[in-house]
């Protein structure tokens, strides 16, 4: 409704939050696109954090490097196993959390927040909208902890 009126009378909404949506993937990252300047960023969820446990070594790839949707980009070691980074939109590679390379254990205490791994240029919006949304991401954990028991 207040969309409608704010078009309806030319009028913009700079509203910092509009621009900002996060989506989550099959494979436990979550993606925070923005809008406005075409860049995301990426992380673990908790759920991954929680299933790996003590997370010892990130590998990021390299500043600029092209990262392909569904290909792996790095990897996250933990003292349980070896996980692969997937992406679920194209990009390159443009900030690395170096924080989280120095302190792993960051990823395990902030996955969501202060432990994002990649910001990403990305005009992938049509792979971005085809990724789950918080309450679909619920709801796949609640599936996955049924077909656990």
């Known amino acids: 409704m207040i969309s409608n009126f704010l078009k309806s009378n030319n009028i913009k909404n700079n509203s ?67 996980a692969d980074l997937f992406s679920d939109v194209d990009g390159k590679a443009v900030l690395l ?20 791994l990649i910001k990403m240029e990305s005009n992938d919006f049509e792979s971005f909208n085809k990724m789950m949304t918080k309450s679909e991401y619920g709801q796949f954990l609640k599936d996955i902890n049924k077909s656990n028991v």
């Not at 436990?28 to 790996?52: P, V």
């Not at 959390?97 to 994002?116: A, F, L, M, Q, R």
């Open 16 to 82: 910092p939050f509009r621009s900002f949506c996060t989506r989550y993937s099959e494979s436990h990252e979550w993606i925070k696109f923005n809008h406005r300047n075409k860049t995301c960023t990426l992380g673990i969820t908790k759920y991954a954090s929680d299933q790996l446990k003590s997370i010892v070594n990130i590998n990021l790839p390299d500043l600029n490097s092209t990262i392909t949707r569904k290909q792996p980009f790095g990897n996250i070691e933990s003292t349980k196993t070896v």
């Open 97 to 116: 959390n170096s924080d989280v390379i120095v302190d792993p254990t960051i990823v395990s205490h902030s996955p969501e927040d202060k432990g994002w």
